[in-house]
């Protein structure tokens, strides 16, 4: 286990951004992950948890206690059964599963961060979602100092939600069991438009395994949200907002507004009679496109949902332009955008 004092933290995080930590753990074994969440909780020491720092906003005051940077390794396949060590390069892990012929988690490739992340953000992209091959969390639970594991219902999977990010202080990920399928070389059904279009077929067919890997790939490297260190559209959290999920009331008030306008807002079904709508279609409507910004934050210059670094920017910067945006689509469609990244020290 590796400890610093007054360490940086904006390198440990894609956006580049944030003051330094008090106390910076590095961890490398679940028994040092556990060790260090206890010394902290002792000592009644703030504790803020981080692997691949790909979703988080840290203020420029850095973090006044403990963090504790999850290094741990770890990738057994045995079968179609797959147990990830939290500190698992994400994308790397999800290359591995192709190579090895398993559907599942293929249309999740080259989503920056660790393992241990995916299950508390329900990551999703392309129309696959953790949820649906994740089988048990093992975690350490802070309330009662022991190792417990959450089977699939007891995690509480919703859009980019679940029990860990409900209670973001009790719960610390060490390891994720995964469900994958034999699909003889075959991806599992394509659920997203984008990626059926790409292909030339219908949703719910399936596609080559390694096709779909390198296929999101590439959409998300025309999207800049394939980390490249040269390329400040890809300094960023990813996408900076949710798609906002309305109830029958706020859709039917959305949809005035928009036809108002003459415009035609994309529209999923979601659980509960509710609908999804498009987050960067509203950041795009309400008048901020591509590269929006004049400051040392922006928009990307490829796609509307990233905001980035342009190499110089603070968190306050940053959260200026957040602000901005999330402002000006209330005004717009009286539609109220909520951050995905989490926030620390910070808020919108």
């Given at each position: ?37 206890r ?20 203020g ?28 698992e390069?994400?994308?790397d892990a ?20 660790s ?7 329900n ?16 975690a350490?639970d ?20 679940s ?54 790939l590439?959409l998300?490297?025309?999207k ?54 498009s ?10 496109g ?6 040392p ?14 190499g ?6 940053l959260?200026?332009?957040a ?7 209330r005004?717009?469609?009286g ?11 910070v808020?919108?």
């Amino acid at each position: 286990m590796l400890e610093e004092l007054d360490a940086p933290l904006a390198p440990l995080t894609t956006l580049r951004l944030g003051g330094p930590a008090r106390r910076l753990v590095t961890a490398h074994t679940d028994d040092e992950v556990i060790a260090a969440v206890r010394a902290a909780d002792a000592a009644g020491e703030p504790l803020l948890v981080i692997g691949g720092g790909s979703n988080l906003v840290i203020g420029d005051a850095g973090f006044p206690g403990t963090v504790l940077r999850i290094a741990t390794t770890g990738f057994d396949l045995d079968g179609t059964a797959l147990e990830l060590a939290a500190g698992e390069v994400w994308a790397d892990a999800v290359a591995r599963t192709v190579d090895a012929g398993l559907a599942g988690i293929e249309f999740l490739a080259g989503i920056p961060g660790s393992a241990g992340a995916t299950p508390v953000q329900n990551v999703g992209a392309y129309g696959q979602e953790v949820a649906r091959t994740v089988t048990e969390v093992v975690a350490y639970d802070r309330r009662s100092g022991t190792t417990v594991t959450l089977g699939n219902e007891a995690c509480a999977f919703s859009y980019r939600h679940s029990r860990f990010k409900a209670e973001p202080d009790r719960y610390v990920v060490l390891r994720v069991r995964f469900a994958l399928e034999d699909a003889g070389g075959r991806s599992t059904p394509v659920r997203y438009a984008e990626v059926a279009k790409h292909f030339g077929v219908a949703q719910d067919e399936r596609v080559g395994l390694r096709e779909a890997h390198d296929a999101v790939l590439g959409l998300r490297a025309g999207k800049g949200m394939v980390l490249d260190a040269a390329d400040h559209d890809t300094w960023s959290a990813g996408s900076f907002f949710t798609n906002p999920v309305l109830s029958a009331e706020q859709y039917a008030a959305f949809l005035a507004v928009a036809a108002g306008r003459e415009l035609t807002a994309p529209a999923y079904p979601a659980p509960d009679g509710c609908t999804k709508t498009s987050a960067a279609w509203l950041i795009d409507k309400a008048g901020f496109g591509k590269g929006y910004g004049s400051g040392p934050a922006t928009l990307s210059t490829k796609h509307t949902l990233a905001l980035t670094n342009r190499g110089a920017a603070t968190t306050e910067d940053l959260l200026a332009l957040a602000r901005e945006i999330r402002d000006g689509v209330r005004a717009a469609f009286g539609v109220e955008l909520v951050n995905e990244p989490v926030l620390v020290g910070v808020r919108l």
